[in-house]
């Protein structure tokens, strides 16, 4: 792997982060082309161990957790310090990785590019459960689908396993958009730029929705390439910080509601492809009667 790979991860209160870069770099064969980026959100008390803050590869923004407003703001304060690099990541702060990702993921991604334009490699990856790992590491590869709707809005998404998936030989085309593992050209952080005022649920789906209508098509990985903690019993969320994040969500499903209804324009969309399309290629609406 020679290209530079910039990581972007947004942290908060997280007690896997620091598991989770050493990991990222011990299971990296090349991690000198790792330039990894942390948002790290943190209350009184909670440190990260020296050898991962003086680490050359890794960049620590530290925000105390009381300033914090929300995900998609610490991903947009990420966003601001790409540098260029050919490549990125966006990952979550709880992961395992498997030996070699690095190169297994980027073979994927120069295979699609071979016949796809703007090629993005995202997914669910399987679970992982850190109070027995790495016994407690799920083996199977999921694909995204839809669970739930607020107000008639696609808010959630769930993941299912792919049958036979030890016999795919490719990345398998996929409707939705994870952002705990998603692997595209760098430009991404110029072309779609996150928007703080998006919270948390609902932000997978627009953001996938963005991406298709600026031309980029989604791909689920056909290998296992690390696990993700779906529990939250390692760390504290935003919401159980903040008292105002129930006004800050419903102001986020109002925005959403009305960009994918049509109801108002927007330049967070792009020209290439339509709301329209990307419901014909997903298979079902955005936005139903609630």
Do not use: C
Request: proline share 5%; glycine share 6%.
């Amino acid at each position: 792997m020679s290209e530079k790979v910039y990581v972007a991860i947004p942290a908060y209160r997280d007690g896997e982060l620091a598991a989770t870069l050493s990991d990222l770099l011990e299971q990296a064969d090349s991690p000198e082309n790792l330039r990894v980026v942390v948002a790290w959100q943190y209350a009184k008390g909670e440190k990260l161990p020296r050898k991962i803050r003086a680490h050359r590869n890794v960049e620590i923004i530290a925000i105390p957790a009381e300033e914090s407003r929300g995900p998609n703001w610490a991903r947009t304060l990420l966003q601001d310090r790409y540098d260029g690099e050919p490549l990125t990541l966006l990952l979550d702060s709880h992961h395992r990785f498997v030996k070699s990702w690095d190169r297994i993921a980027l073979g994927m991604f120069e295979r699609l590019k071979k016949t796809v334009a703007k090629p993005i490699l995202t997914g669910y990856l399987p679970s992982y459960d850190p109070r027995r790992d790495p016994r407690g590491r799920m083996r199977e590869v999921l694909k995204i689908y839809p669970l739930r709707r607020t107000d008639g809005l696609l808010t959630h998404l769930t993941s299912y396993r792919v049958t036979l998936w030890r016999t795919l030989r490719a990345p398998i085309p996929a409707a939705f958009l994870s952002l705990h593992f998603m692997l595209a050209e760098g430009g991404f952080h110029r072309e779609i730029r996150m928007d703080p005022e998006i919270y948390f649920f609902g932000d997978e789906v627009f953001t996938g929705l963005r991406a298709y209508t600026h031309g980029y098509d989604l791909y689920h990985p056909h290998k296992i390439l690390g696990w993700h903690l779906y529990d939250r019993v390692t760390r504290v969320t935003h919401w159980d910080d903040h008292e105002n994040w129930r006004r800050a969500e419903s102001l986020s499903f109002e925005k959403m509601h009305a960009i994918v209804s049509r109801q108002v324009g927007t330049s967070l969309l792009g020209s290439l492809r339509s709301v329209g399309d990307y419901e014909e290629h997903i298979g079902t609406q955005l936005v139903t009667e609630s």
